[in-house]
């Protein structure tokens, strides 16, 4: 384990097979379907990676950029689209991929930007929830594990841009990330 952490939340074998069940999941639900995938970039793209391979059907692929201000761990529900999808999603099934759900902030913005361009449907697959934390009503369609309200990294998910090429979820000790 990294010695910044405190302790491991999810294996890579745990985050594997949570991965292969929510591709059985939405290879299901998506069948005969105009699937675009938008991935939110950075935190998501290693999930996004993971989870493409795992969904057995066409689909295309699209990513955001989004910024919340700052480089707290609290965000603080300012979001900019530093990079806006390439396609015209009018018409398609558009399944958003984030790497965790907190205050829901940015969903909720992200959901409402989208919604606004007139997809047939939109939903939105997050690899972690944190549900403690909700400011504002959203709940994730697919999603893979709950976490109580602990700094998770790893799998993507960054502290001030580091940590995001673990391969395991674990606990930052607090120590790394209280000032
Ligand atoms: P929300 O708008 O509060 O739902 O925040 C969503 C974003 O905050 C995520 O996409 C992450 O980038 C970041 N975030 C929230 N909680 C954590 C965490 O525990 N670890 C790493 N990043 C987090
Ligand atoms: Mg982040």
Do not use: W
């Not at 950075?42 to 919340?68: C, H, N, Q, T, Y």
């Not at 689209?81 to 790497?99: C, H, P, R, T, Y």
């Amino acid at each position: 384990m990294h010695e910044h952490l405190c302790k491991i939340l999810f294996s890579e074998q745990q985050i594997q097979s949570k991965v292969q069940e929510l591709g059985v999941q939405i290879t299901s639900d998506y069948q005969g379907k105009e699937l675009v995938i938008v991935g939110i970039l950075k935190g998501a793209v290693v999930f996004f990676a993971d989870l493409i391979r795992e969904i057995k059907l066409p689909l295309e692929l699209d990513f955001m950029v989004i910024s919340s201000y700052g480089m707290s761990t609290r965000a603080s529900g300012v979001v900019r689209i530093l990079k806006d999808l390439e396609k015209d999603i009018a018409g398609k099934d558009v399944l958003i991929v984030e790497d965790i759900v907190d205050t829901g902030l940015t969903l909720s913005y992200l959901k409402d930007n989208l919604r606004a361009r007139g997809p047939a449907s939109l939903k939105v697959c997050s690899f972690l929830d944190k549900p403690s934390r909700r400011k504002v009503t959203l709940d994730p369609d697919y999603m893979g594990y709950t976490i109580p309200d602990e700094f998770a990294v790893g799998y993507g998910l960054d502290f001030a841009e580091k940590y995001r090429n673990l391969p395991y979820i674990g606990v930052l000790k607090p120590e790394f990330y209280e000032n």
